[in-house]
């Protein structure tokens, strides 16, 4: 301590200030906090002002004043700012796609209708499985029940973009959670890992809209972060709580049982006495948000969730080669259209060399970087056991991969100032220097990553068809009619999705296909008895059909085709899709 008036310095301090350099600060050491393993405090210089009111000087007093606006600023931690600086690129992001036109309520997927659909036949009264077929698990309903009663309330319109909306919150806060995740090595780690995930470049293709990923990955990082504070595993009730993280992860997507054997399988064999709390908390978690759709239909259940969709992995139609499904999961596929599959071979295997080389050559690992490290490497293989293959599924592998990246820089940059800083013959200004090298790298990556990433949502949401369908279906159907939408989002967006007694339930039909055709997808016939007499039997009930062209999930057959002609007259037709209506 010292104490001295450098306003001569450029210090500007006020008569009778008591300053502590903070650790490392004079010496260009690294400090605690960004240490690999580190403590995570934020060692700042200490001062505590020594003047009693009346002898504060008017000069120092004014100074105060001024600077009392942007006091909250100052004061905000280093690893704080980093972690909200990513945030917001995220939320901005997902806000410029919003910016599009009528994207908020129009269609331009059709699984986002399918999860909000089931959503609102549940607060019908109406239960997945024993009542309609979706083949995910039933969490992603429950979540949006909120939304369901404001689609009620201000029609489904609303609801489902609430909905939209609700996944941009999710998708900021993810980004934030990979923050928190590895705040304890420091804020270069923070900001090094939200920033990753913020500027994922093929992040658009799972935020435009409601899909499973962005859930699915929150509450896996949400476990990750209760289980493991400040990079080691925790006890007590925070075991219990990422045990519960993971079993709501797994009732929004079965893929969350990938990462979660994983890490059940690290805690077997180094940790066995957290297993107990942990899976109290898994089996609590499933039990309250799957066991009762289980419990009414167990024999439905278990098909659409665990047969239809192993099933579906094996007779799936391939969607993307292996190379290309690379380009995805190593975003660089969000770079360019046209770019060679063996790009993203090499950028996998540099991936790979880097990661292998950090646990390799450095010790002294954390628990968290194992579990991180298996967990990514059982979600990048399931990428490449299942057949079918979507760009928006590189999303969940990359809330693995994005912190454990994180780590290993954070890593190198430490060693790399600390050989520096040991080094009496180098200069001071040139070890400042260096220390702020890795950060204005980062800034220079975000300034080239983030309108890299604006240009490839347009691109992308330009090549979703975007269409409008409501003004053409609101005229054409009443309100409160009897509607069958083979996609049920027309239905949503257009306020004409209604469960009244006596109506088709269909949520989704692609799903009902698969699990009705023995995990088949949609294709040319034979098609199984139990399809074709469902379909007749919702096209006996209802009044008006929503019917999209260009994907067939109906089966034709000769007697189904020859009904349709007979009972059913076009009446509208848009961009995508034709408005029939039943006569007698």
């Not at 960004?34 to 505590?48: N, Y």
């Not at 997927?109 to 499985?129: Q, T």
């Not at 949502?457 to 269409?467: R, W």
């Amino acid at each position: 301590m010292f104490l001295e008036n450098r306003a001569s310095r450029g210090y500007r301090h006020a008569r009778g200030v008591v300053t502590t350099w903070p650790r490392g600060e004079r010496t260009g050491l690294a400090r605690d906090d960004e240490r690999p393993g580190g403590a995570g405090k934020d060692v700042r210089a200490t001062v505590v002002a020594v003047s009693d009111a009346a002898g504060t000087s008017p000069a120092v007093g004014e100074r105060s004043r001024r600077g009392g606006r942007f006091a909250r600023l100052r004061r905000l931690p280093p690893v704080a700012a980093a972690i909200a600086v990513p945030s917001l690129i995220a939320l901005g992001l997902c806000c410029y796609q919003y910016s599009t036109p009528n994207l908020l309520f129009s269609v331009y997927d059709g699984d986002d209708g399918v999860y909000f659909g089931a959503a609102m036949r549940l607060s019908d009264g109406l239960f997945p499985y024993k009542d309609f077929v979706i083949v995910h698990p039933p969490g992603i309903a429950v979540l949006l029940l909120p939304l369901a009663a404001v689609g009620h309330l201000f029609g489904t319109r609303v609801g489902f973009a609430a909905a939209r909306c609700l996944t941009v919150a999710v998708v900021t806060a993810n980004v934030v959670l990979v923050g928190l995740l590895v705040r304890h090595r420091g804020a270069f780690a923070a900001f090094a890992a939200g920033l990753f995930l913020a500027c994922f470049p093929v992040a658009v293709a799972a935020d435009n809209t409601l899909l499973l990923e962005p859930y699915l990955a929150f509450f896996c990082l949400l476990g990750l972060l209760l289980a493991f504070p400040k990079g080691q595993l925790a006890t007590g009730r925070r075991l219990i709580g990422a045990g519960a993280a993971f079993g709501l992860a797994s009732t929004v997507k079965i893929w969350a049982v990938f990462p979660l054997l994983a890490i059940g399988a690290y805690l077997l064999f180094r940790h066995r006495e957290a297993i107990g709390r942990f899976a109290f908390g898994l089996v609590v978690a499933l039990a309250v948000f799957a066991g009762p759709f289980a419990a009414a239909a167990p024999a439905a259940f278990f098909r659409d969730v665990v047969a239809s969709q192993w099933l579906r992995g094996r007779r799936g139609t391939p969607t993307a080669p292996p190379g290309d499904r690379l380009l995805q999961l190593t975003g660089i596929g969000g770079w360019g259209p046209n770019l060679a599959a063996s790009v993203g071979v090499l950028a996998g295997v540099a991936l790979v060399a880097l990661l292998g080389a950090y646990f390799v050559c450095v010790r002294g690992h954390s628990s968290l970087e194992f579990a991180l490290a298996s967990g990514a490497a059982v979600a990048v293989a399931a990428e490449f056991i299942s057949r079918e293959f979507y760009a928006y599924y590189a999303y969940f592998p990359a809330v693995f991969i994005a912190p454990l990246c994180a780590l290993a820089l954070s890593s190198i940059v430490w060693r790399f100032r600390e050989g520096f800083a040991r080094r009496p013959s180098v200069d001071p200004r040139l070890r400042r220097a260096l220390g702020r090298l890795p950060w204005a790298a980062a800034v220079v990556a975000a300034a080239l990553a983030v309108p890299a990433n604006a240009s490839y949502a347009s691109q992308y949401l330009a090549s979703s068809g975007i269409n409008n369908p409501a003004p053409v279906i609101d005229a054409a159907i009443p309100p409160g009619a009897c509607v069958l939408s083979v996609d049920v989002v027309y239905a949503l967006v257009s306020d004409r999705f209604t469960s009244p007694p006596g109506c088709p339930t269909l949520d989704d039909s692609y799903g009902t296909w698969i699990a009705l055709n023995d995990g088949s997808p949609p294709a040319s016939p034979p098609f199984s008895p139990a399809l074709v007499s469902q379909w007749t039997s919702w096209l006996e009930q209802a009044n008006y059909l929503i019917y999209r062209q260009t994907n067939v999930k109906i089966p034709l057959t000769p007697a189904l085709v020859a009904y349709v002609d007979a009972h059913y007259r076009l009446v509208a037709s848009g961009q995508y899709f034709q408005v029939f209506r039943h006569t007698p």
